[in-house]
């Protein structure tokens, strides 16, 4: 004996449209929120994300780069909360480990480009977390201007004017005049066209 269930009903079209939503964003998150937490925390910044995201499922954009760039929001502010009460500067930071830019050393890796990576990191390190933070929506995030001033809560132009700075200092950091005695300059730094 079948039964005719009939069209979905608004329950099961808002648990539909989350599994929808947490399926195709789920690892970007992980990854937004693992670059800004140690390791061990990443996954219950995630459930706190979707937790949100499930009782307010009606307010999620419906375009997947909005929704994305929508949850990218509701962790950056769980952060924060978090970064408040535990009296934690270090939780927005966006992390690089060495290993992360420099990828396992294995043999078959050019030395040059290896230094350059190890550069880049130490670079990383010196930029402000404002600066970091704006590279990384853009890099890693894969973000538009417009979206990546969602996330942050900034007009877009605003934005731009951040990750503008956020380049310059990187680049900055990557000159050969900004290493240090002890460090081996780097040859990232751009090329600067005649005026």
Do not use: C, K, N
Not at 58 to 67: H, L
Not at 79 to 100: P, S, Y
Not at 157 to 171: D, E, G, H, K, N
């Amino acid at each position: 004996m079948s039964t005719d269930t009939g069209p979905p009903d608004d329950e099961d079209r808002r648990r539909i449209r989350f599994e929808t939503l947490y399926d195709a964003t789920y690892a970007g998150v992980l990854r937004f929120v693992q670059r800004r937490v140690h390791a061990t925390h990443a996954e219950d910044v995630v459930a706190d994300v979707f937790t949100v995201a499930w009782r307010r499922i009606d307010d999620v954009p419906a375009d997947s780069e909005e929704a994305r760039a929508w949850l990218f929001g509701v962790a950056r502010r769980i952060l924060m909360a978090t970064q408040r009460a535990e009296g934690r500067r270090q939780a927005l930071t966006v992390r690089v480990e060495d290993d992360q830019v420099t990828g396992a050393l294995g043999s078959g890796l050019d030395h040059d480009l290896v230094l350059h990576h190890v550069d880049l990191a130490r670079a990383w390190r010196r930029l402000s977390p404002v600066h970091q933070e704006s590279l990384a929506l853009v890099i890693w995030d894969d973000l538009t201007s417009t979206r990546a001033a969602d996330v942050l809560g900034i007009s877009a132009v605003a934005f731009r004017l951040r990750l503008s700075r956020a380049r310059r200092a990187l680049r900055h950091h990557l000159a050969p005049s900004a290493a240090s005695p002890t460090t081996p300059s780097t040859s990232l730094a751009p090329e600067r066209s005649p005026r």
